[in-house]
């Protein structure tokens, strides 16, 4: 996975968001009673009060694997 073309955000349904780079879904965020973000490998989980904040979390670790990628 990689941020190449950043982080496409679409809200799929009613309190479900996708992230996808490129063509790769790379997480979801959901609302319940919190926003939950989970990345597609599992890498990636938590909690959030607001929606930018959740998103953010799965944007950071991206860059993090960018930056870390040879």
Do not use: C, F, P
């Amino acid at each position: 996975m990689s941020l190449h073309d950043g982080i496409l955000w679409t809200e799929t349904s009613n309190g479900r968001w996708e992230g996808s780079s490129g063509a790769d879904l790379v997480g979801v965020v959901s609302w319940s009673d919190r926003y939950s973000v989970h990345s597609t490998g599992g890498e990636v989980n938590g909690q959030h009060s607001t929606l930018d904040s959740a998103k953010a979390q799965l944007e950071g670790w991206m860059r993090w694997i960018d930056s870390t990628a040879g």
